[in-house]
């Protein structure tokens, strides 16, 4: 079939300040896996919401197989065959996955017909998945496959994905993949977003690239090297992180039998974690989603309480400290939702400064906010760390979700503080933006702070991590010195094998 299945001709949306998307026009074939790429702010995320219907283009116009394509809503979009899997899931974790598929249809057939159809896709493509399960009890890898599910009831001729991969083990990535590239070999055309390009290489045959909101390229990801694709993404050359030799100091960061309770009946319980951190050292710590992250931060950063001496910062007790306590004695923390947890999303970005900043800053004076202190600092993290703004006086939920990543880590290393715990660093943002977090990371450790990296990105890990420890179902795996292991025994330790056995199968 030679017809385009869908047609961009100078799409074009600009918003107060920003030009989202500038005369964008390409092609999608049918059955074609098609990689959108971009860096953070590029304008991906503007464009397949034009083509979902969540947003109205300016001008421009798109063809859906050669008839006008003018989506007004979403379900207009699903109507015309338009489905999209969103990089956050839209899930209740209180139902199971039939009622949650339910509540994505206009006018859902009974619940027993839905599980019956849940069950036939899920045969048909690989997707093992109980529709009678509570969705709060299933993995992040589970979570989507609900989300595709979802999608697929409808029959759609486009499939758009949004960083799929982000949460996902590499069994689950191939388990998706090979479900992708059976629907595409069925005629579905998909839209992927990643800005995983080895994972573009393996998996697209055609790439465009925007930036600055315009198309600068397009190119085959199956011939183009990722650093030659991300230096398109850029316009400039990518850097490497450099690691430097650092002078180890004493323990800075210290947790004794750390045990919690899960704060709810989808959480996962701290089980005897044990850790120490010493000045100049990064401790990667890596596992599957939902093996107790969450809990682990927040336990770390005094957002859930412990005995005292069971969480020790420089020599001192202070598991029974609350966050701003902790924050003075030299402790910072980026948890892994940005947007809502880490930030506040109709706040600017200048009080989602002075919400973290405020103690270790100084940006007060007898309880009124000391506002050009806080726009000072706010602009040192925009410019320090590239965040594509406007302006300082926009609000969170203005950013891209990497550019919003790129603040909150920032705004958390300029406080220089002794401990720094952050989960899932590279989350959604582009190859240069992510090299750049990890040197300011390894920039961090050389000046001296201990640096504690939860990530299930194990390539960054192993680049710039001392030692790693494996989290699964709450238990933390005694540490290991990374440049000892190999991708193959890091794997084994997160599915729960210890190191001997590890160290036997490598």
Known sequence: MTT?????????????????????????????????????????????????????????????LGAPYTPAAPHAARSAGVAMVFQHFSLFDALNVAENIALGMETPPPLRAIADQVRAVSAKYGLPLDPDRIVGDLSAG??????????????????????????????????????????????????????????????????????????????????????????????AKLATPQKRDTAVGAIRFRLNDLSATAPHRFGTAL??????????????????????????????????????????????????????????????AAPEERNGHAAAPDMTLIENTALTAVTREGLSNRGFLRWDKAQSLCE?????FDVRTPSAANTARSLSGGNLQKFVIGREILQSPDVFVVNQPPWGVDAAAAAAIRQALL??????????????????????????????GGHLSDPQPMQELTIDQIGLMLGGADITEAQKAG
Not at 12 to 24: F, H, L, R, T, W
Not at 142 to 169: A, F
Not at 380 to 384: D, E, L, Q, R, V
């Open 443 to 472: 920039d961090l450790a050389t000046k001296g702070a201990a640096v504690i990296v939860i990530s299930q990105d194990l390539d960054e890990l192993m680049e710039i991590s001392d030692y790693f420890a494996a989290l699964n």
């Open 380 to 384: 040192k993290i925009i410019a320090t």
């Open 4 to 64: 385009p299945l869908l047609t961009l001709n100078s799409l074009s949306k600009a918003y107060p300040g920003v030009i989202a998307n500038q005369d964008v026009s390409f092609e999608i074939m049918p059955g074609e896996i098609h990689a959108l790429l971009g860096e953070n702010g590029a304008g991906k995320s503007t464009l397949v919401k034009t083509i979902y219907g969540l947003v109205t283009p300016d001008s421009g116009e798109m063809t859906l």
């Open 142 to 235: 589970e979570r989507q496959r609900v989300e595709i599910i979802r999608c697929l009831l409808q029959d759609p001729k486009l499939l758009i994905m949004d960083e799929p991969t982000s949460v996902l083990t590499p069994k689950e990535v191939t388990m998706l993949f090979e479900t992708l590239r059976k629907l595409a070999q069925e005629g579905t055309a998909i839209l992927y977003i990643s800005h995983k390009l080895e994972e573009i290489r393996s998996l697209c045959e055609t790439a465009t690239v925007l930036r600055l909101g315009a198309v600068v390229g397009s190119c085959d990801p199956r011939e183009t090297s990722a650093r030659d694709m991300a230096e398109l993404m850029v316009g």
């Open 271 to 332: 089980k005897t974690v044990n850790l120490s951190v010493r000045a100049g050292e990064i401790y990667g710590i890596g596992g599957v989603a939902g093996n107790g992250q969450d809990e682990l931060v927040a336990a770390l950063s005094g957002e859930m309480k412990t005995a005292a001496n069971m969480v020790v910062l420089n020599g001192d007790p202070v598991g029974h400290l609350n966050p701003n306590n902790r924050r003075a004695r030299g402790f910072c």
